[in-house]
């Protein structure tokens, strides 16, 4: 088990030993020096030390594979054999983990980079609908503006509004230096809008038709009967003035009379909605549904009237 050598060596350890460790057992006295113990323990471990050794190099340098080696291969065997597979495992685990987290940072990368194409593509599909939709409201403001024989008009857009019901208005981005005057009648493509009434150098004020405060003269364009529009300060106008005696039915199209020089004749203003017949009074009671959809207004025209128009306007106010 164990080479010549250590066994002959032993003897003379474990004799030293005895012989420096018996007077350690005796019951100390005051007259013993402390230096002396020391030195006998000082002693007693390089002895120790050198014992290890000894067998260290002794087991390690023989080429005999004796009984101590096996029981220490098959006491370490398994232990080793879990390091290992420990360590296989490990080195799996921390392969695969890596591998997946540098999926997961690729995908969210390639994700985030989709999300942020598929939004610039929304927002280049949203222009584009947005420019389709002006163009063709603007086309159809051309066409309606080409319809007007030798009308001088500006075309404007809106850029606020007043929510007022008695005041319905909105603000245009033209004024006086544009031409722009008081009493100019505003239109659309779809008829009527309105009528400027408050003007600065590059702003103007727009009464829209449907406020309470508007009244426009106008026709049943079938019957040719006269009528006052008002507003109801809602959505929809009133229709006054019209005798029990003439001929007016649902549907029938309201348009401008053309009288005091303000709007021109033949302008689109609505259509009769409803008819309410009352036993006693000379009128009709008449509710118009505008032709212009006030929810979507956002470019109009103003008709530049000559002074004379204004003046018989400022007369009649």
Do not use: C, W
Request: proline share 4%; aromatic share 6%; charged share 20%.
């Amino acid at each position: 088990m164990f080479p010549a050598r250590f066994f002959v060596a032993a003897p003379v350890f474990v004799t030293i030993f005895v012989t420096i460790a018996s007077p350690m057992r005796k019951k100390p006295t005051r007259k013993r020096s402390d230096r002396y113990r020391l030195f006998r323990i000082v002693i007693l471990a390089g002895l120790l030390m050198t014992l290890g050794l000894i067998f260290l190099v002794s087991t390690l340098g023989s080429q005999n594979f004796g009984p101590l080696h096996k029981l220490v291969l098959e006491a370490m065997g398994p232990l080793q054999k879990a390091v290992t597979l420990s360590s296989s495992y490990l080195e799996t685990f921390k392969s695969e983990y890596i591998d997946i987290l540098q999926d997961s940072l690729r995908l969210r990368e390639e994700n985030k980079r989709l999300v942020q194409q598929l939004q610039e593509n929304e927002n280049i599909l949203n222009k584009s609908r947005e420019a389709m939709a002006t163009n063709a409201s603007l086309r159809k403001l051309l066409e309606f503006k080409n319809s007007l024989d030798q009308q001088q008009m500006v075309a404007t857009t809106i850029v606020g509004k007043d929510p007022s019901a008695m005041f319905r208005s909105v603000i245009i981005d033209r004024g006086s230096n544009s031409g722009v005057g008081r009493g100019n009648p505003v239109v659309n493509s779809d008829g009527v809008v309105g009528q400027v009434f408050a003007v600065t150098p590059n702003y103007a004020k727009v009464l829209l038709a449907i406020a309470p405060s508007s009244a426009i003269d106008v026709l049943l364009q079938k019957s040719r009967v006269r009528g006052i529009l008002k507003g109801n300060g809602t959505l929809t106008y009133r229709l006054e003035y019209i005798l029990k005696t003439a001929e007016v039915e649902e549907g029938d199209h309201v348009v401008t009379a053309g009288y005091g020089g303000i709007f021109p004749t033949g302008l689109q203003v609505g259509v009769i909605s409803k008819i309410i017949k009352k036993p006693r009074g000379m009128f009709h009671e008449i509710e118009v549904t505008p032709s212009v959809d006030y929810q979507k207004l956002e470019n109009l025209l103003i008709l530049q009237q000559p002074q004379l128009g204004e003046i018989k306007q400022m007369e009649q106010r």
